[in-house]
T-cell receptor, first 110, second 114 residues
Framework: QQPVQSPQAVILREGEDAVINCSSS?????VHWYRQKHGEAPVFLMI?????EQKGHEKISASFNEKKQQSSLYLTASQLSYSGTYFC???????????FGTGTRLKVLA | EPEVTQTPSHQVTQMGQEVILRCVPI?????FYWYRQILGQKVEFLVS????????KSEIFDDQFSVERPDGSNFTLKIRSTKLEDSAMYFC????????????FGPGTRLTVL
């Protein structure tokens, strides 16, 4: 069962913030976040392991709420280069079959 | 910087034909994956491979699919009898560790089945 991402799409102005959520009905072992630009391969952003950790990568950070089986990706002070489709990829405990979420299309306008 | 490479970039085939998609993972990685993405849709897991055997596979990965690591560098996906619905972008990925490792994706092979 694939993780559900919300929102499905978001449009921002440069400098605005956004939050993308990824929810699973199954117990998660790890969550990966990727950004994919049109016609290109997904690019890894970060990985979070169960334990509720939070990670940061410049102005992009993420959290993992193990109790809610949810991860959130935070984009702050967005830049034009942030435009793309964001996918979460989840692995449940005891398996390394990565299931990707439904995707969130993000567009940053100047 | 090391990267995953895939060949060909675009493959056109007739329905019922066999195709082999090739990938060269990053050299010191141990875990290999195939994914596919139908145009405009999400990325779908096909199979993971470690120590010369399949470790996980999805419902999509049925008997018409097979994977192989014929030598120390290549990782291949074979589709025995292609169907129209196999048309998609196929991505290979590799990681140094499974589960906790970053997955590096190749640029993909666009498969078109006519």
């Amino acid at each position: 069962q694939q993780p559900v991402q919300s929102p499905q799409a978001v449009i921002l102005r440069e400098g605005e913030d956004a939050v993308i959520n990824c929810s699973s009905s199954k117990a998660l072992y790890s969550v990966h976040w990727y950004r994919q630009k049109h016609g290109e391969a997904p690019v890894f952003l970060m990985i979070l392991l169960k334990g509720g950790e939070q990670k940061g990568h410049e102005k992009i950070s993420a959290s993992f709420n193990e109790k809610k089986q949810q991860s959130s990706l935070y984009l702050t002070a967005s830049q034009l280069s942030y435009s793309g489709t964001y996918f979460c990829g989840t692995a449940t405990s005891g398996t390394y079959k990565y299931i990707f979420g439904t995707g969130t299309r993000l567009k940053v306008l100047a | 910087e090391p990267e995953v490479t895939q060949t060909p970039s675009h493959q056109v085939t007739q329905m019922g034909q066999e195709v082999i998609l090739r990938c060269v993972p990053i050299s010191n990685h141990l875990y290999f994956y195939w994914y596919r993405q139908i145009l405009g849709q999400k990325v779908e897991f096909l199979v993971s491979f470690y120590n010369n055997e399949i470790s996980e596979k999805s419902e999509i990965f049925d008997d018409q699919f097979s994977v192989e690591r014929p030598d120390g560098s290549n990782f291949t996906l074979k589709i025995r009898s292609t169907k129209l619905e196999d048309s998609a972008m196929y991505f290979c990925a590799s990681s140094p560790g499974q589960g906790i490792g970053t997955q590096y994706f190749g640029p993909g092979t666009r498969l078109t089945v006519l």
